[in-house]
């Protein structure tokens, strides 16, 4: 169980991800009319086929890692509640109840898998390879 140091030291933690998370997508619509200006500037014809696929694909690239950012934010989220709600329980695996450790933590606070586990769901037989992005748990510390 998590003393209440350590506790601090991952709202912290998940506190400072979120804000960072919320700068990233805000700038998101900034990104957004920023392409849109330099697309008018790559040729002398405004509506360029290769402008027009260079642009859709600078703004399919920007919302996929948006989307991840929204991803990250609900987990940070969820992991913030569960450390007001039950801060007893946070820092428990989901899995076993067994407790996830400290140093794991500070790489992952919002995690809800032990290494042990996020192991074994990250190289089971029959796993998804995004269920790493699912979990959140993209490295098992």
């Known amino acids: 169980?998590?003393?209440d140091q350590e506790r601090s030291r991952i709202e912290e933690l998940l506190l400072r991800e979120r804000?960072?998370?919320?700068?990233?997508?805000g700038h998101f619509d900034e990104?957004?009319?920023d392409l849109r200006d330099r697309a008018g500037e790559i040729s002398l014809y405004r509506?360029?086929?290769?402008?027009v696929g260079s642009e859709s694909q600078e703004q399919e690239q920007d919302f996929l890692l948006t989307s991840v950012e929204?991803?990250?934010l609900y987990q940070?989220?969820?992991?913030?509640q569960r450390l007001y709600k039950t801060p007893e329980e946070f820092g428990k695996c989901s899995v076993d109840?067994?407790?996830i450790g400290f140093e794991r933590l500070e790489v992952i606070p919002e995690t809800t898998l032990c290494a042990e586990h996020a192991l074994q769901a990250d190289q089971?037989?029959?796993?998804?390879p995004r269920e790493a992005a699912r979990t959140g748990d993209d490295v098992a510390i």
């Open 19 to 25: 804000k960072q998370i919320l700068d990233n997508i």
């Open 47 to 51: 509506f360029h086929p290769a402008d």
């Open 97 to 99: 109840g067994g407790e």
């Open 76 to 80: 940070i989220d969820e992991a913030l």
């Open 70 to 72: 929204g991803r990250r």
């Open 31 to 33: 990104r957004v009319q």
């Open 1 to 3: 169980m998590l003393n």
């Open 124 to 128: 089971g037989s029959d796993a998804d």
